[in-house]
């Protein structure tokens, strides 16, 4: 059997940032479990804000097309987002937005969140932890059709979480985010 491949992406372009940490820790778990893991940046596909008229106009960008076919060459998703104001920072919306927008020729419309496992993940430095950010996340990919494993990790007082190679200082957060990343592992694989 060909091995588990999992895609994770940060939903932060800042440096230093502490969802780019957690997704760094992430990806270190899922290797170690046995996953084949590619880590990207979504500064390597710069993407207007979604618009209409655009698409009419000039048609998807071939960024939203490159991230799509990223993603379908994957098993399995993870997100890690930052919170604004409550929910999805407007690069992971604005993301998502786009790639629901394109499908090869053999495909239907959404197929690509449909027919993979998607886990999720906020990193915060207050003591919620992006957990607002989870609650709005888990909403949009599951408009988008997309499996959504139900364990998540919001980690609280991000600032203060990982040591100085990214790794989860505290044994809870550890544990919560091994819990995540296997069952994102056991979806992954059902579907696969
Ligand atoms: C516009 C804006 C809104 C924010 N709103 C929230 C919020 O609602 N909840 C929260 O926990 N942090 C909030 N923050 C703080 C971010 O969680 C913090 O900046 C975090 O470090 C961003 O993620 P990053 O380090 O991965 O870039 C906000 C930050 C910005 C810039």
């Known amino acids: 059997m060909s091995a588990l491949k999992i895609l994770v992406i940060p939903g932060s372009l800042r440096s230093g940032s502490l969802n780019a940490r957690l997704a760094a820790a992430a990806a270190h778990e899922l290797a170690l479990a046995g996953a084949e893991v590619t880590r990207i940046s979504?500064?390597?596909?710069p993407l207007p804000i979604y618009d209409g008229d655009l698409q009419s106009k000039s048609g998807v960008p071939k960024n939203v097309v490159n991230l799509k076919r990223m993603i379908g060459a994957h098993h399995g998703v993870l997100i890690v987002t930052p919170e604004y104001n409550s929910s999805v920072p407007p690069l992971v919306k604005n993301t998502i937005d786009w790639v629901s927008r394109v499908q090869d020729a053999h495909e239907t419309r959404g197929q690509v969140f449909r027919e993979r496992a998607f886990g999720i993940a906020a990193a915060s430095g207050n003591r919620l932890g992006g957990t607002r950010a989870l609650s709005a996340l888990r909403l949009i990919l599951a408009a988008c059709h997309a499996l959504v494993v139900p364990n998540q990790l919001a980690l609280s007082f991000a600032?203060?979480?990982?040591?100085?190679?990214?790794?989860l200082k505290l044994a809870a957060d550890s544990e919560a985010l091994k819990a995540l990343v296997r069952q994102l592992i056991e979806f992954s694989q059902r579907i696969m």
């Open 42 to 45: 979504l500064g390597d596909f």
């Open 159 to 167: 600032d203060e979480a990982y040591d100085d190679t990214d790794r």
